[in-house]
């Protein structure tokens, strides 16, 4: 009986994890910020084709009162969050200087083989 129940826990594990990789496509989306101001902050979305502002489904901007509103935005739409980076640039002229750095989300949705092959070829300029 014991070697029964330890082939059974045994096999758990690989049968837990059978799925590759390979089998796993996603659909992925990068959100950056624009300036927040008394209308509120400004979202960038980069689908792979282009990037700009969130719109609504009938083409109506989208401004946010802070990134955590933003973030639940996304999540309530099916996204699932990825990553976080960071871009950072700046310049020295004759001893002054100043830098500027922005941050940004990667966010993922499960797709098909087919949906994700399509987006590939839609990111490729022609």
Sequence with gaps: MKKIL?????LIP?????????????????????DSNKEGLKVFVDDGKKVERLKDENGKKIIF????GAFMYFLSKGWEFYSIGSTSQGAVMNG???SSSSSY???????TKED?????????KK
Aim: hydrophobic content about 45%; some cysteine.
């Design 6 to 10: 330890l082939i059974i826990l045994l």
């Design 14 to 34: 690989v049968t837990a994890f059978s799925q590759t990789d390979d089998e796993k496509y996603y659909i992925y989306q990068i959100i950056s910020f624009g």
């Design 65 to 68: 009162t802070t990134p955590a």
């Design 96 to 98: 002054i200087g100043g």
């Design 105 to 111: 989300w990667i966010i993922r949705k499960p797709c």
């Design 116 to 124: 994700f092959q399509a987006a590939v070829e839609d990111a490729i």
